[in-house]
């Protein structure tokens, strides 16, 4: 199984290039791309069009070197309902379709629009299949399919999360009302958490067809923390089960920004190696499970 990390708290401190290295050499197969969080500095979403697409070239050129390939990305979510869609935030997201297609990147996930506490699900549902159905043109055109994720909302009034799609069923009612083959689904395992729905029943109520993409974190029940496994409260040994159990495809990819943020540039490296290491061994336990046979001889 590919193991892969997000790139983003690595890139905005030493670049895009030497993010590549740094990923590969502490053992990761792969790079989810992350398009959100970009220093405005280095906004590659607000390059020209030639210099972005040579960005990504150089991009797709160094990770070839490097043996690295990118089983997923994620696109900027700071569209907003009432924003137009002929500005940045929007707009952004569209570039980043073309971004991915030219690194060799075949899925992206993409945030449906969180609306205000108390907005009825019907409603709530309606405005994001809309939305979700927008960028199918580009994901057509680059072929790149789109990932639904289990996400959440505040209410501050209460103090606690509420789901948005955050169960196995309201996650396949609402990818089957989107209709088409292009969407797809991402697990985030700390959101399942945080919204009463424990990763390992949300996995298992997919299939492997479906659920294509995961944005492995740990965290303490409390605060979407992504941290590296074992640092919070996850039962990982229910997690890699559930994946074994329904023969899940995709990449074992860590989502564990915060983690590399706590270190400066010079420990990242030894930030990177240590997550690789976690990651192998539980990518390593899903395979075992899967595959028992193999690994008993």
């Known amino acids: 199984m590919i193991i892969s990390t997000d790139n983003g708290t690595v890139r905005n401190a030493l670049g895009d290039i030497e993010a590549l290295r740094l990923i590969r050499e502490a053992g990761f197969d792969g790079i989810d791309y992350t398009f959100y969080g970009i220093d405005p500095e280095a906004d590659i979403l607000a390059l020209p069009d030639a210099e972005r697409k040579a960005l990504a070239g150089d991009v797709a050129a160094a990770a070839k070197d490097l043996g690295l390939v ?14 137009s869609r002929t500005d940045k935030h929007y707009t952004d997201i569209l570039r980043s ?6 690194i060799g990147c075949g899925q ?4 449906t629009l969180k609306l205000p506490p108390g907005t009825d699900a019907e409603t709530a549902d309606s405005v994001n299949k809309e939305y979700m159905r927008s960028f199918l043109p580009y994901a ?20 606690c999360f509420l789901p948005q799609h955050g169960d196995p069923r309201a996650m396949n009612d609402f990818v089957d009302g989107l209709n088409d083959p292009m969407f797809t689904v991402c697990c985030d395992l700390g959101h399942c958490a945080l919204t009463g729905c424990e990763p390992e029943a949300f996995i298992a109520g997919m299939s492997p067809d479906r659920l294509t993409m995961l944005h492995v974190q740990d965290l303490n029940y409390r605060e ?17 089960a559930a994946l074994a159990g329904i023969g899940y495809r995709g ?46 001889r």
């Not at 990118?70 to 924003?83: D, I």
């Open 70 to 83: 990118f089983p997923q990305a994620h696109a900027p979510f700071r569209y907003q309902l009432t924003e």
């Open 97 to 102: 379709f073309e971004f991915c297609a030219r």
């Open 108 to 111: 992206m996930v993409i945030h």
């Open 140 to 159: 057509r055109e680059y072929g790149v399919r789109i990932g639904v994720e289990n996400l959440f909302v505040r209410d501050e009034k209460r103090g």
């Open 224 to 240: 979407d923390q992504h941290l590296i496994p074992y640092a919070g409260k996850l039962d990982w040994d229910a997690v890699t």
């Open 251 to 296: 990449a074992f990819s860590l989502e564990v920004l915060r983690f590399y943020e706590a270190f400066p540039k010079a420990l990242l490296p030894d930030a990177l190696r240590l997550a690789a290491r976690v990651a192998r061994h539980l990518a390593d336990r899903v395979e075992e499970q899967s595959f028992p046979e193999v690994h008993d």
